[in-house]
């Protein structure tokens, strides 16, 4: 039950939140997200008034501002989300604009998630993280996850502090963000695990809390790249795909991974810099432990001559 922060795994709860809002007819994947947004909207470069998708928008295909958001220390004056769109002070990023070509290419930026997340406060009428309870914590039973940010304070005994490389705590012991669709959320690895479980169930056609098979096939389907979906990354083929999403913030280390077919995975949340080695040291021996198909590196054996051994001495 301890609590950590979830980095860009923010991003595929976010997206899970969208599938629902899509499959009610709410929202559409091809529709132009300026169609949505009310208090903020995709500014035109000139002359030109760019078109971006909801679909782009989960993809990172809308050709956004690359964007990775670092969060703000606790007490320090944090931006609200305009402001965080705008790049205005005392935001600690350059405004969001359309720099690509939408739907060219892939570039994967914490911006689309700002514009998703101001997307779907416009659209309903609620704050982000009472939203984000109702459309997906509340029906899958997460018990221990909010994308409020003063949630860590509720739940101070319970809640990882995180750390430097080094060893050292985070100054005020974790970031603030107001970006909370693209790295905000607090949660357990338990909890995560649940979100993991309800995608799966959904693809291979189970009774599920929530989400439908085809809005959830459309989010496995590569966009720009083979490697990435509608906010979740690709891996293998054939009986060994994967889907799940990995993080990075100030003093946290986080993956998910998640076979589509087989019925396995593994939720893995640390509160360190260098907690990527702890993760991927557990993971492999998870992998090893339960026979993942294709998981670990393939080893060949190869002959060398029994006289090479002693170049290598010392």
Not at 20 to 33: A, H, S, T
Not at 49 to 71: C, D, E, I, K, S
Not at 286 to 291: F, G, L
Request: negative net charge; charged residues 20%; hydrophobic residues 40%.
């Amino acid at each position: 039950e301890t609590i950590f922060q979830a980095c860009s795994i923010s991003k595929h709860v976010a997206m899970v939140g969208t599938l629902r809002l899509i499959q009610e007819g709410v929202l559409d994947f091809e529709e132009d997200v300026n169609r949505y947004l009310v208090s903020w909207k995709v500014p035109a470069n000139g002359s030109w008034q760019p078109r971006v998708t909801l679909r782009q928008l989960l993809g990172h295909v809308a050709g956004l501002t690359q964007n990775w958001y670092r969060g703000f220390r606790c007490g320090d004056v944090v931006p609200t989300l305009h402001q965080v769109l705008e790049g205005q002070e005392p935001a600690n990023t350059p405004p969001v604009r359309v720099e690509l070509i939408p739907g060219s290419q892939f570039r994967y930026s914490g911006s689309h998630y700002a514009v998703l997340q101001q997307l779907l406060i416009d659209v309903t009428g609620k704050p982000f993280a009472e939203l984000m309870q109702e459309l997906v914590f509340e029906p899958l039973g997460m018990q221990n996850s909010s994308y409020d940010q003063e949630y860590p304070e509720r739940r101070l005994e319970a809640t990882a502090v995180g750390h430097y490389l080094g060893g050292e705590a985070v100054y005020g012991k974790w970031r603030v963000y107001p970006e909370m669709a693209g790295a905000g959320l607090w949660t357990t690895a338990v909890d995560l695990a649940q979100v993991a479980c309800e995608l799966y169930r959904a693809h291979m056609g189970k009774p599920t809390h929530m989400l439908k098979k085809d809005v959830v096939d459309q989010a496995l389907m590569p966009q720009a790249t083979e490697s990435f979906g509608l906010g979740m990354h690709l891996e293998g083929h054939g009986h060994s795909r994967r889907f799940g999403h990995g993080g990075d913030n100030i003093g946290y280390r986080c993956l998910s991974a998640t076979y589509v077919e087989q019925g396995m995975g593994v939720v893995a949340l640390t509160n360190a810099d260098d907690g990527e080695w702890v993760i991927v040291e557990a993971v492999r021996a998870i992998a090893k432990e339960y026979a993942w198909p294709d998981y670990l590196p393939k080893h060949v054996t190869v002959m060398v001559d029994a006289q090479v051994y002693a170049d290598y001495v010392g």
